[in-house]
């Protein structure tokens, strides 16, 4: 048999559970104990993870905050956090700082390790798609983002259309342009139907809901380029086209 001071049995632990609940340790409760280490935990992971995820992030996004930042922080990742238990009482004395210290430098370098890793693990196209998305609210795209509505790669199509759906009416011109000249083309028919199904859920309803209905017709090669003539002229009419748009040349010579 195994002494009960090494091992002691189920109903002991339970009795000496409720002991603690109810008769203070240290003139604290058990509870007390508790939402002391929660408080610490709390503190030190708030502090941690607020330093550590936004500096992984950049070095994981800037190579020269990188070269900078990793040789003094791979030699330290290495120290286990109880050994910074003389530096923390000396430099915080003992008390919460030092206690909040030791459990933040466990939390630090897990989160910075894995925050720059995420960053360097997203795929490079999801990152330049963003950028892409970022900077087409420039309406002097609009015309190259109909022209891309061409392209043979799906991936660029639909960068293109969402581009122009972003642009709201700024990238309603080059798009109608694109469809009364080369409305011939599946790939512009295509881009055009996903731009505007989204643009008529708007104000453009109303001169879209025709062109929409010709691309999904029968024979959209010959109905197309006339209903979006129309269209094209009773936006003009309306003044939403406030630019004088002029197709590029890339755009003519196709």
């Known amino acids: 048999m195994i002494s009960p001071r090494f091992l002691p049995s189920p109903g002991s632990v339970i009795i000496s559970l409720y002991g603690m609940i109810w008769e203070p340790f240290a003139s604290v409760t058990l509870q007390g104990h508790i939402w002391a280490s929660i408080?610490?935990?709390?503190?030190a992971f708030?502090?941690?993870?607020?330093?550590?995820i936004p500096l992984g992030a950049w070095m994981g996004w800037n190579e020269k905050v990188n070269a900078v930042v990793d040789?003094?922080?791979?030699?330290?990742?290495?120290i286990p956090p109880i050994a910074w238990v003389p530096f923390a009482i000396l430099w915080f004395r003992l008390g919460l700082k030092s206690e909040c210290f030791i459990i933040a430098i466990g939390i630090f370098v897990p989160s910075l390790v894995n925050s720059r890793a995420g960053i360097r693990f997203v795929d490079p196209v999801l990152i330049q798609a963003a950028k892409t998305l970022g900077e087409i609210a420039d309406p002097t795209?609009?015309?190259a983002l109909a022209e891309a509505l061409k392209d043979e790669e799906f991936d660029v199509r639909w960068l293109a259309a969402e581009g122009l759906i972003k642009m709201?009416?700024?990238?309603?011109e080059p798009l109608l342009h694109?469809?009364?000249t080369e409305a011939d083309l599946p790939r512009i028919r295509e881009g055009a139907h996903h731009v505007i199904r989204e643009l008529i859920k708007g104000e453009l309803k109303e001169?879209?809901?025709?062109?929409?209905?010709?691309?999904?017709?029968?024979?959209?090669?010959?109905?197309v380029?006339?209903?979006?003539?129309?269209?094209?002229?009773?936006?003009?009419?309306?003044?939403?086209?406030?630019?004088?748009?002029?197709?590029?040349?890339k755009a003519k010579g196709d």
């Open 225 to 249: 380029p006339w209903v979006v003539k129309t269209a094209h002229e009773k936006l003009t009419e309306a003044g939403i086209f406030r630019s004088h748009y002029r197709p590029s040349p």
């Open 168 to 172: 709201k009416t700024g990238g309603v």
């Open 207 to 223: 001169y879209l809901t025709p062109v929409l209905s010709a691309i999904e017709g029968v024979e959209p090669n010959i109905q």
């Open 46 to 52: 708030v502090v941690a993870t607020g330093i550590a």
């Open 178 to 180: 694109a469809l009364m």
């Open 39 to 43: 408080q610490r935990f709390f503190v």
């Open 71 to 78: 040789p003094v922080f791979e030699v330290l990742r290495f």
């Open 141 to 143: 795209a609009a015309p």
